[in-house]
């Protein structure tokens, strides 16, 4: 079964830390995954997807298919990346639409 | 604004009542979804609709209905409302063969 898996429920670092949020996911097919942010009381918004190899805001999240994981980094924590983040796996429905299944979410706390 | 919008913000509601959460989305996509997110911030998906059409229903009460009147409009209608259905419900869109999401600012349902 499809399944997307963080570990943490809450990871707290002081600011200028380095920080790693693990995911790792379970699906037999080619993934495509995401990270999702939600500030505090704030929509969910797209940070990454593995397919763009990009940073933002100083994140970066490499697909490991070997060990299944797709860990979000940031070298140095800033206290305004506190907030909620969950990992993501997509299902596709033959092209027309698609399903995520979320991790568990953690809750990154940027101490000062 | 190009965005995805939700009303009410805010619901509050006694058991047993029947209410209804509007979406509507001036993106141009054609996919449409609606997410529940518990008291313990798991997100799961509910409902996806394409062009009007239902293509994902997960084991969802069947108290609960979507109606999408057109591809820019998804909205959630939920009978004889219980205790457990207390959340936040998020509305989301994506473009026909595109995987990311775009999220709605969410509907919080309290049921006393």
């Known amino acids: 079964a499809q399944r997307v898996t963080q570990p943490e429920k809450l990871l707290s670092v002081f600011k200028g830390a380095p920080v790693e949020l693990k995911c790792n996911y379970s699906?037999?097919?080619?993934?495509?995954l995401f990270w999702y942010v939600q500030y505090s009381r704030q929509r969910l918004q797209l940070l990454l997807r593995?397919?763009s190899r990009e940073s933002i805001k100083g994140f970066t999240a490499d697909l490991n298919k070997g060990e299944t994981s797709f860990h979000l980094k940031k070298p140095f924590a800033q206290e305004e990346d506190s907030a909620m983040y969950y990992c993501a796996l997509t299902l596709n429905y033959g092209g027309a639409t698609n399903k995520l299944i979320f991790g568990t979410g953690t809750l990154l706390a940027v101490q000062p | 604004d190009t965005a995805v919008s939700q009303t009410p913000k805010y619901l509050v509601t006694q058991m047993g009542n029947d209410k209804s959460i509007k979406c509507e989305q001036n993106l141009g996509h054609d996919t449409m979804y609606w997410y529940k997110q518990d008291s313990k911030k798991f997100l799961k998906i509910m409902f996806s609709?394409?062009?009007?059409?239902?293509?994902i229903n997960e084991t969802v009460p069947n108290r609960f209905s979507p109606k999408s009147p057109d591809k820019a409009h998804l909205n959630l209608h939920i009978n004889s409302l219980e205790l457990g259905d207390s959340a936040v419900y998020f509305c989301?869109?994506?473009?026909?063969?595109?995987?990311?999401?775009?999220f709605g600012p969410g509907t919080r349902l309290t049921v006393l």
């Open positions: 989301a869109s994506s473009a026909q063969g595109r995987n990311e999401q775009f």
């Open positions: 699906y037999s097919g080619s993934p495509e």
């Open positions: 609709y394409n062009n009007k059409e239902l293509i």
């Open positions: 593995h397919i």
